[in-house]
């Protein structure tokens, strides 16, 4: 939102990268809680035979957790998106909302970006597509969705997930953008001023 320029919503914990919408509080909750678990589970490697938890272990974990919260009429108020590698070292995308509801797929977004950036993403989207292509894709659908809500900013994150699972996440950068259109000057339908009230 643009009332909180500097806030981060990816994150990185234990190898899976986690991209959050909805309320900020809750997925500092969730964060808190996968880190927590991370530890455990670091504190606990000399007693017992335990790895890493992949990206698609994280899914369905927080799949459970959005599910429990929701019977208990205590939702964590937020969409995720998960990525990283899955147990087999394959890539892996999968989104879960704030009632647990999950899919995986090779393109995801939440809020109105499942609205908009989803179609575009849809048309353009390559298997092949170099880093270059797809970040620029990115920033495409990044502003399209800050010229069409008005609580959005046009500061933005972007991360990606390599083959060997390694995690890179940007700082927060601001979008170019354009407000020189021509319809942005012209007057409305013919009227004096801008044609509002």
Do not use: H
């Not at 797929?105 to 908009?116: D, H, K, Q």
């Amino acid at each position: 939102m643009a009332k909180y320029k500097n806030t981060r919503r990816l994150k990185s914990i234990d190898g899976v990268l986690m991209g959050a919408g909805g309320e900020y509080s809750d997925f500092q909750a969730i964060q808190d809680m996968l880190e927590a678990d991370a530890l455990e589970n670091e504190c606990m490697s000399g007693l017992y035979d335990s790895q890493e938890r992949n990206a698609k272990e994280t899914w369905n974990y927080l799949r459970a957790v959005m599910y429990n919260r929701r019977n208990k009429m205590k939702p964590l108020w937020n969409d995720l998106v998960i990525a990283g590698l899955d147990e087999k070292k394959e890539p892996f995308l999968g989104w879960v909302d704030k009632i647990g509801t999950t899919f995986q797929e090779n393109l995801v977004a939440t809020g109105f970006g499942s609205y908009l950036a989803i179609p575009l993403l849809r048309e353009k989207y390559r298997a092949d597509m170099q880093e270059g292509e797809a970040r620029a894709l990115l920033e495409d659908c990044m502003r399209i969705l800050f010229y069409r809500d008005c609580r959005a900013s046009n500061r933005i994150q972007i991360a990606k997930v390599d083959a060997a699972g390694d995690i890179l996440i940007s700082d927060p950068y601001e979008l170019d953008t354009q407000w020189d259109s021509e319809a942005f000057r012209a007057p409305v339908a013919d009227l004096d001023g801008d044609g509002g009230w």
